[in-house]
């Protein structure tokens, strides 16, 4: 499965955005982001039942991960935008577990992200 992230756009410095990932509800499932020339780096994740949350060191309140298994989406509202938060975001499935959340390793199912560009 190739999971689909939507949601993204340009904004300006301090906006918002919601992206949306089609995602089944019966897995965990993370978003990470990457920035060009640099690595994918973990944002955030959320367990299958959405009672357990994890994010990136670097999202300090700004950003929220929640899930509709109804709809089979996975949300992630990004406030507070800053320049540096300028990426293509993925989403994926939690395939596999250690302890912590952000291993990349761990996921699954990578669809080709949505864009996400802040301006300043």
């Known amino acids: 499965v190739q999971l689909q992230a939507s949601g993204g756009g340009l904004v300006q410095a301090g906006g918002s955005l919601r992206l949306s990932c089609a995602a089944p509800?019966?897995?965990?499932t993370g978003w990470f982001r990457q920035a060009p020339g640099k690595e994918r780096e973990f944002v955030a994740a959320?367990?299958?039942?959405?009672?357990?949350?994890s994010y990136g060191d670097f999202v300090t309140g700004r950003f929220a991960i929640s899930r509709d298994n109804a709809k089979n989406t996975v949300f992630l509202q990004m406030n507070n935008l800053k320049p540096e938060d300028t990426g293509t975001y993925y989403c994926?499935?939690?395939?596999?577990?250690?302890?912590?959340?952000?291993?990349?390793?761990?996921?699954?199912?990578w669809g080709q992200g949505t864009q996400v560009t802040v301006s300043s």
């Open positions: 994926a499935i939690r395939l596999t577990y250690s302890s912590t959340w952000a291993t990349e390793s761990q996921y699954g199912g």
């Open positions: 959320i367990s299958w039942g959405g009672g357990t949350k």
């Open positions: 509800s019966n897995y965990a």
